[in-house]
């Protein structure tokens, strides 16, 4: 089955970095894209930022330029790198596929919390 599972959260200060993972195991990782989403306290999941099969990425405005989304095919795992931090990014981040029938999945999430 499709497993999601996301590591590397934590307590940051404002201005630092942070590096999630996401090991994907359970489909064919390589042929699909990849996204990280984000859920801050009392607020709607949004999408953080996409990468496809081929390598394009996608960033949400509020981030672009200072997250980095990679991943590895050899070890089915997908990346997010994360700098210039700030308060606002507090949230539990999630690692998300789509699959057959635009079914989701996700991971369990990993709290990021960037104090100021």
């Known amino acids: 089955q499709v497993q999601l599972v996301e590591s590397g959260g934590g307590l940051v200060q404002a201005g630092g970095s942070l590096r999630l993972s996401c090991a994907a195991s359970g489909f064919i990782f390589s042929i699909n894209a990849m996204n990280w989403y984000r859920q801050a306290p009392g607020k709607q999941r949004e999408l953080v930022a996409t990468i496809t099969s081929g390598g394009s990425t996608y960033y949400a405005d509020s981030v672009k330029g200072r997250f980095t989304i990679s991943r590895d095919n050899a070890k089915n795992m997908v990346y997010l790198q994360m700098n210039s931090l700030k308060p606002v990014d507090t949230a539990v981040y999630y690692c998300?596929?789509?699959?057959?029938?635009?079914?989701?999945?996700w991971g369990q999430g990993t709290q990021v919390t960037v104090s100021s």
């Open positions: 998300n596929y789509v699959g057959s029938y635009f079914k989701n999945y």
